[in-house]
């Protein structure tokens, strides 16, 4: 009898303090490259193409994934509410708008006070985190 009550408190637990399997962080390849774009001024700036090569979906709004440059997070905006997993095969854009990091799949050219991502020579950190999890998805140095 006590051993029943102790494999039933056991069970109940289990389902109250959620003591299952921990939650996985999408296993995809990532791909980070130095690019340019231009905005709707004809001005070019460098940006960071973000490139999916293979694995897991990796779902880029901010429930799921955090985005982060140097250490800064990038703001996610894109065109439509059904583009928000990043599938292997596509890729996006992380740009300057007026002082702030954005990822967009269009490459935000409808932008006007785009301003270069970094200088030339120089090198910057793009860490994608798994929110879930809070487990490292990518961690990707780009040189300019």
Do not use: W
């Amino acid at each position: 009898m006590v051993a029943i009550t102790v494999i039933l408190a056991a069970v109940i637990a289990a389902f109250v303090f959620g003591m299952g399997p921990p939650e996985q962080a999408p296993q995809a390849s990532l791909r980070a490259s130095a690019t340019t774009i231009t905005d709707d001024d004809d001005n070019t700036v460098s940006a960071i193409k973000l490139e999916h090569q293979g694995g897991d979906a990796v779902y880029l709004d901010a429930t799921h994934t955090k985005i982060l440059l140097d250490g800064n997070a990038v703001n996610v905006v894109l065109a439509d509410a059904d583009t928000d997993a990043l599938d292997a095969g596509e890729y996006v854009y992380i740009f300057n708008d007026d002082g702030v990091n954005f990822l967009d799949a269009q490459g935000n050219d409808t932008q006007t006070n785009l301003t270069a991502i970094t200088a030339t020579g120089t090198s910057t950190n793009v860490k994608i985190v798994d929110v879930g999890s809070q487990q490292m998805i990518a961690d990707l140095k780009v040189n300019f």
